[in-house]
């Protein structure tokens, strides 16, 4: 075994025992960066501000804040409860009614949020109540809620997305327009699964509720602005009126207007956003720079290049491959969230995905996928400890006995997706003329 794979070897037990004493990603990715850097490349320290200065030197990155501040002010101001109740009006009489409403409610929030723990804790305040109300089982109503999370990352404008495309160099509406499709059919898929766990058991939730043609004109009515918020969004970025962080600073400016007109909007709540979007942006990108660097570090020492080639000598094929990395994010999102797992994973697997011949934007939708569905997943699935905090008095084994059958559409959407890759390909190459 060569010195230069023994040393690499060596940075990554570091890296793991960082971790394991509980020091921060971006600390413990940074400190092994920095210790390769000097000894291992022997390159001068201030390449750390280059390479730093390189990978966030980017116009595309500054749309993520504005998204940030827009899921935050709806979220913390509550205003979705008007959207819930909205929605309520026309899916009430289906089986499992108040789920439905919580899973086409995740979909919308997710089309102004790109947040999981966002719709996790927002869904959880406004919806859990009506449905502990009305009798629904806690299992499948927390369950629900937090299946519904993963449609959040998925849906436009998705700041995970957004995050991937400006670090290797994608275009970022290419992406968004990528994420359209499966976010629909994955809405549709978790809304079937849902009816169809009432129907094989219906003690998890009462009799439906049938509501007025008269109540549901009116829930659309109610509806509107939610929707001038969307489409302005959206419409304007796969319209091309917009770049993405036009785009961005329209929404944030909607969602304030928005919580003026329903008057939830309050100073305390706009300094609560604008500071948790300091924080998030700050937390994110942070760690981008310091997996930018380790990939430095790895690259000028050949490592990645090395175990690249090795990987694809094997002639697994692209399929088999794919299963694997599957396998490694359903391990690892037991222990890290999305963002984290895409930081310190990328820089060896970016390689591997091109040199098989995998469409990157298909390969950020489908990762998406991969990784927010270790969010359900326990030990440590990050969305089931947001739900457990946001509803204390039911245990973690409730939540997640709710959760887990809404892994089997999450598979059946990959799978999907694997089988017609024109599903996520489609409208990106529409919007380009392609």
Not at 119 to 137: D, L, N, S, V
Not at 272 to 284: D, G
């Amino acid at each position: 075994m060569s010195g230069d794979i023994i040393f690499a070897i060596g940075l990554i037990i570091g890296l793991l025992f960082l971790l394991l004493i509980g020091l921060e990603i971006a600390w413990s990715v940074g400190v092994i960066a920095l210790v390769g850097l000097v000894f291992f490349v022997n390159q001068p320290i201030d390449q750390i501000a280059y390479t730093m200065w390189d990978s966030l030197n980017s116009f595309a990155l500054t749309a993520m804040p504005l998204f940030i501040l827009m899921g935050s002010i709806l979220g913390n101001t509550g205003v979705n409860e008007k959207l819930f109740s909205a929605i309520n009006k026309w899916t009430g009489h289906l089986p499992g009614g108040l789920v439905i409403s919580v899973i086409s409610g995740n979909a919308v929030f997710a089309a102004m949020s790109g947040s999981a723990m966002a719709a996790t804790a927002t869904f959880g305040k406004i919806a859990y109540p009506a449905m502990a109300k009305r009798g629904y089982a806690p299992s499948f109503a927390l369950g629900s809620i937090a299946a519904g999370s993963v449609l959040a990352p998925l849906i436009p404008p998705s700041i995970l997305l957004i995050l991937y495309g400006a670090w290797q160099g994608i275009s970022i509406v290419d992406l968004l327009a990528a994420g359209l499709v499966p976010g629909i059919m994955l809405t549709v898929l978790l809304i079937l699964t849902a009816m169809i766990m009432v129907k094989i058991n219906p003690k998890l939730a009462p009799p439906p509720v049938k509501y007025t043609w008269a109540e549901r004109g009116k829930a659309l009515i109610e509806s509107l602005p939610f929707v001038v918020v969307i489409f302005g969004v959206l419409g304007a970025i796969f319209g091309g009126l917009m770049t993405p962080t036009e785009a961005g600073g329209l929404g944030a400016l909607l969602s304030i207007l928005l919580t003026l007109y329903y008057r939830r909007l309050t100073f305390k709540i706009l300094q609560q956003s604008l500071l948790e979007t300091v924080r998030v942006t700050s937390f994110s990108l942070f760690i981008m720079a310091m997996a930018t660097l380790i990939s430095h570090v790895f690259n000028s020492a050949g490592i990645i290049p090395m175990l690249k080639d090795y990987v694809l000598a094997m002639e697994l094929g692209k399929y088999t491959i794919l299963f694997g990395f599957f396998v490694m994010y359903l391990v690892m999102g037991m222990f890290f969230d999305s963002w984290s797992m895409l930081f310190l994973t990328f820089p060896f697997v970016m390689p591997i995905i091109t040199g098989v011949g995998i469409n990157p934007i298909w390969w950020g939708v489908i990762y998406v996928m991969a990784a927010e569905q270790s969010t359900i997943t326990p030990p440590f699935g990050l969305v089931l400890f947001v739900m457990k905090s946001v509803v204390p008095e039911h245990s973690m084994s409730t939540v997640v006995k709710g959760a887990l059958p809404y892994l089997i559409p999450i598979y059946i959407n990959i799978l999907l997706l694997i089988i017609f890759p024109e599903l996520v390909l489609w409208l990106p190459r529409l919007l380009s003329g392609d």
